[in-house]
Nanobody, 120 residues
Framework: QVQLVESGGGLVQPGGSLRLSCAAS????????MSWYRQAPGKERELVAV????????IYQDSVKGRFTISRDNSKNTVYLQMNSLKPDDTAVYYC?????????????WGQGTQVTVAS
């Protein structure tokens, strides 16, 4: 059974830091590209960061470049999102997603999300 379980969210003051984790099970983690998305109240879900299976390539949304870092530990089946210099606009539910595209298949899984609130 595939599971993605996010953790590490919470309330933090502007300028603070949080580290989100997403523990995966039930699939070959290293074969999947992992992503973090977020959804703020009243807004659409948006892509925050992506990391390829071997961790060689990362992509970030412009608004988080230089502040957020995505990483993964394939030995622990876990992907991380280190968030520094947090702003109130970063307040959202953060979701991790796994995706693998092969011939004729698109396997995609989502976690349940973790709330991040940036407020003084």
């Amino acid at each position: 059974q595939v599971q993605l379980v996010e953790s590490g969210g919470g309330l933090v003051q502007p300028g603070g830091s949080l580290r989100l984790s997403c523990a995966a099970s039930g699939f070959t983690f290293s074969s999947y590209t992992m992503s973090w998305y977020r959804q703020a109240p009243g807004k659409e879900r948006e892509l925050v960061a992506v990391i390829t299976g071997a961790g060689v390539t990362t992509i970030y949304q412009d608004s988080v470049k230089g502040r957020f870092t995505i990483s993964r530990d394939n030995s622990k089946n876990t992907v991380y999102l280190q968030m520094n210099s947090l702003k109130p606009d970063d307040t959202a539910v953060y979701y991790c997603k796994s995706r693998r595209i092969t011939i004729g298949r698109n396997d995609e899984y989502w976690g349940q999300g973790t709330q991040v609130t940036v407020a003084s």
